[in-house]
């Protein structure tokens, strides 16, 4: 018995050798293209057969040896057929009862009574081949139109993994690793990240640790020394594959960040301070989610002295793109200053008072930014760290915090004022007048 027949023109490059194939089956079969999903195919088309069943097919399929004379047994004569491979379950070739029209249902697996059958089918994969790279993830994706129902296949590596995305419901982007199948329905959605789009269906999650260099940043600090030793054992003894850069002596953070922008080799790169003594559990192996625009991520750091963990004086794992992108001026906080997200994972211990200028000039330097955005717009978090700082006990810790609280209610909580913080030469010099007798490198 010859049942009537859906064959759906996806417009993939074998269509119209497949459709010939169909034709030839079935003479009288209807053509149509691809448009919301096979849900919604098949409720449009299924009151208009004239038969008990319906063929629907995929022009993306050679069927030249299938066997179409398969007629359901009378037990299995309200079940919906289904012919699919072991990589994707819900299939491109249905037989259909006339009655499944009928069902209120959104998935193919809410019906009732499905019935899975494998077959080796030949698959017109027609998906377009785009790379990227850490440094353009969402630039090379706006360049990219495609139809709708066509898949590009974005990766940063050329591997051959098989690919059969489901058209049942609403398209996918489909993620395995740190390759996504995406199809051209979900582009004009994609405007920061690819999480833009609703649809997203992981297959598997990266495998592989990334590796970005390490750069260690020193500014004459008396400990410099010991702390770049721990940090070089630390990877030693780890067998770390990270490449170790010593950024030293380059006045104002900015120009230090950007120094070790154009020294990394790497798209990302972890800054480690003269004071940060590294975490034995910190491996420098975070994963960058690709799928994210470029954002600097903050880690915590242990203030030992103050008994709290948050992002400052910690490791940061900086996108070098976006530190070269910095404005060299009129920054309070470079980091902040840039797209970013906060790592809440313990990097580094911080001795933040190895000795007097030092413990003041953290402190300083710490609370002047933290009394600002307090000001500015408070929060409990920000009420917090600021009292840990002005309740410390260790003497010169306790100093520069008053002083930086003055410091910028003084300035008026002018930014502008508070910015030549961000330059040893202003913090040695202030340190000196108000500390003349103090001795500090």
Known sequence: MVFDCIAIDFGNSKSRNNIAVIKSVFPHAVVIPFVDSYLEIAKRMLPETQTRYQWMLSSKIDYSDFDFDYIPEQHQATQVHVWANELQQEGDTFLFPRQFADQDIKLLRNYKDVNYHTHNFDYDFDYLEQ???LSNVMENISTCKIPIARYMKYSDTSDDGLFYPSYWEDLKIYRSG???YLPGKSLSHIKTQIYDYPFIHNISVPDNKD?????FISNGEPFEQENYDLLKNHAYQNNLKNKLHWIRNVDGRTQAYKQASTTSSTEYFYAVFAKSKVKETFMFDYTVDRALTKRHRIFYAHLQELN????????????????LETPDD?????TLSQPHEVVPIISNETVL???????WKNAFREVSKLVLWQHKKPTVETQHRLKKWLETKNEWLAKGAMDGKKFTE????????????YT???CRSKFKSLYPTEIFY
């Open 131 to 133: 790379h990227y790279d």
């Open 178 to 180: 740190n390759t996504f």
């Open 353 to 359: 008072a190895p000795d007097n200028y030092t413990a």
């Open 330 to 334: 009129n920054i309070l906080d470079f």
């Open 410 to 421: 003084k300035s008026d909580y002018n930014e502008d004022i508070i910015l030549q913080t």
């Open 308 to 323: 709290i963990a948050y992002g400052t004086f910690n490791i940061n794992l900086y996108n070098k793109t976006l530190c």
């Open 424 to 426: 040893w030469d202003f």
């Open 211 to 215: 590796c970005f260099d390490i750069c």
